[in-house]
């Protein structure tokens, strides 16, 4: 089996469906370059947000400032603020104009999407980075297949059933 650790994903990968990037993104690799260096981090936990239908979704409100870049192809980074102190990272998957995203919800060590911004110092300066591009933020493929369990997601009982029930978080 070939070595595709230390390789970036390229656009195909983040234009399929949000369902499938949610899972090949498990075992993956977030990785941050800075002035101290460069940095890898396995991503452990994932949650999937599926377009305008899903109520759990912001696409569900439809077209905002604050979703704009979760209509543009898949390989961008949503970021968001919550309770005025967290950010969250989310990966645009798709196609132009089909807002989905996955919510990245732990890496080794690390659980809670909170947590793992502030451990990262993701910030709104990452809305919209390119992963495909991007010279300080990018993911690479991990070791391969990795065993998960499929949970419904978290904090979203405000959609109402089916969505709340959705089993769209996936774990290592």
């Known amino acids: 089996m070939p070595d595709y650790q230390n390789q970036r994903h390229d656009k195909s990968f983040y234009e399929r469906d949000v369902l499938e990037v949610a899972t090949d993104l498990l075992g993956d690799n977030i990785v941050l370059k800075n002035e101290n260096g460069i940095f890898r981090f396995r991503i452990t936990e994932s949650e999937a947000y599926r377009g305008e239908e899903d109520l759990a979704c912001h696409a569900c409100k439809g077209r905002t400032v604050r979703t704009e870049i979760m209509y543009h192809s898949g390989g961008h980074l949503y970021i968001y603020l919550i309770y005025g102190m967290y950010w969250m990272l989310n990966i645009v998957t798709g196609k132009k104009n089909q807002p989905q995203a996955v919510l990245i ?18 910030d709104k300066s990452f809305y919209g980075e390119n992963l ?35 089993l769209w978080r996936f774990i290592i």
């Open 105 to 122: 919800r732990g890496i080794d060590g690390i659980s809670g999407p909170g947590r793992v911004t502030r451990h990262l110092g993701i």
């Open 132 to 166: 495909i591009y991007s010279n300080r933020m990018w993911i690479e493929k991990g070791s391969g297949i990795v065993s998960y369990q499929s949970l419904p997601r978290i904090g979203i009982d405000y959609a109402g059933e089916p969505w709340k029930s959705k």
